[in-house]
């Protein structure tokens, strides 16, 4: 399965730039590859990066390779989807959630 080309992959090399300092509202799913349930959620985030195109900057975050940000937002378990706007979190949802559910959630913020 491909990633959806909305989908940015995020690091601890361009978190700053493309999150922080976004102008934009971001979302960030934390995730691993050896993770169930970011697999599960993977399709989720990729539709809501092509329903919320041009609205919200949607991104992935591998935290085995990017420790630094893992770090500093506490993320202590995977899934975990931060919800960013002008550079800090207005929300956060750990686990796997529903399509509707995030929407909500994006909706609430934009």
């Known amino acids: 399965m491909m990633a959806a080309e909305n ?3 995020f690091t601890d090399g361009n978190f700053d730039d493309d999150v922080l300092k976004s102008g934009a509202m971001v979302l960030v799913d934390f995730w691993a590859p050896w993770c169930g349930p970011c697999k599960r959620l993977g399709p989720t985030v990729d539709a809501l990066a092509t329903e919320y195109a041009g609205k919200v900057t949607v991104g992935k975050l591998n935290v085995d390779e ?3 940000v ?4 506490q993320i202590r378990g995977i899934p975990t ?3 960013f706007k002008g550079g800090q979190v207005v929300e ?4 796997v959630a529903q399509p509707e559910d995030l929407k909500k959630v994006i909706d609430r913020h934009i």
């Open 7 to 9: 989908v940015q992959t």
């Open 70 to 73: 893992s770090f500093k937002f």
């Open 66 to 68: 990017n420790p630094n």
């Open 92 to 95: 956060s949802v750990v686990g």
């Open 81 to 83: 989807i931060l919800i």
